[in-house]
């Protein structure tokens, strides 16, 4: 699976959108985009996924670019209750043997404040 | 609830000893997925059953085992344990093998092994 390379941290105010970037210069075109969070010692929580269409969803909105290296999540109003570590995940769906794992990074550290 | 069941959520035991974790995926899943998150490795895939049979394997230890059973349950036993194996234990499940593009995995709320 690609790898994946985000920022340790960011920050966004209670309210305002939050734009979580994410590089996968190494995505093959069979291969999506996955969003995980995981709220403080919590189970991780799916939250989108694509493979080169924008997608949107109840949590989030997921900007594709067109040569498919890099993505954002978008949270549109960020509450407290989204700050969390947010991990990009770049999976394959075509069979083989890494497909039925997710290899998580470190991800991004998001912090909402008031 | 995510619906993926993990037992005991908290668990204490002693260097040498032996404990089993226990995973209920959710209902209409076949695929169970194992998870160990320690301070300094983050999130790392150990194994994955379907159905009864293992699919994938990751970093597990040789001391660590696991099993799927006719009702899909999920067991990982680890044995003779280290002060290392202190950490986090997800279970995660999926309707197939893994490869579905219609949605993610669903993981449990985690059991938190402490080895004093």
């Known amino acids: 699976d690609a790898k994946t390379t985000q920022p340790t941290s960011m920050d966004c105010a209670e309210g305002r959108a939050a734009n979580l970037p994410c590089n996968h210069s190494t995505i093959s075109g069979n291969e999506y985009v996955y969003w995980y969070r995981q709220i403080h010692s919590q189970g991780p929580q799916y939250i989108i996924h694509?493979?080169?269409n924008n997608e949107t969803n109840e949590m989030a909105s997921l900007i594709i670019t067109e040569d498919r290296k890099s993505s954002t999540l978008i949270l549109p109003h960020a509450t407290l209750r989204d700050t969390a570590v947010y991990y990009c995940?770049?999976?394959?769906?075509?069979?083989?043997?890494?497909?039925?794992?997710?290899?998580f990074g470190q991800g991004t550290i998001l912090t909402v404040h008031p | 609830d995510s619906g993926v069941t993990q037992t005991p959520k908290h668990l204490i035991t002693a260097t040498g000893q032996r404990v089993t974790l226990r995973c209920s995926p959710r209902s209409g899943d076949l695929s169970v997925y194992w998870y160990q998150q320690s301070l300094d490795q983050g999130l790392q895939f150990l194994i994955q059953?379907?159905?009864?049979?293992?699919?994938a394997k990751g970093n597990i230890l040789e001391r660590f085992s696991a099993q799927q059973f006719p009702d899909l349950h999920s067991e990982l036993n680890l044995s003779s344990l280290e002060l290392g194996d202190s950490a986090l234990y997800f279970c995660?499940?999926?309707?197939?093998?893994?490869?579905?593009?219609?949605?993610?995995?669903?993981f449990g709320s985690g059991t938190r092994l402490t080895v004093v």
């Open positions: 694509g493979l080169k």
């Open positions: 995660a499940s999926s309707p197939g093998l893994g490869a579905e593009t219609n949605y993610g995995y669903t």
């Open positions: 995940i770049v999976r394959g769906h075509a069979g083989g043997t890494s497909y039925g794992k997710l290899t």
């Open positions: 059953y379907y159905n009864g049979e293992e699919r």
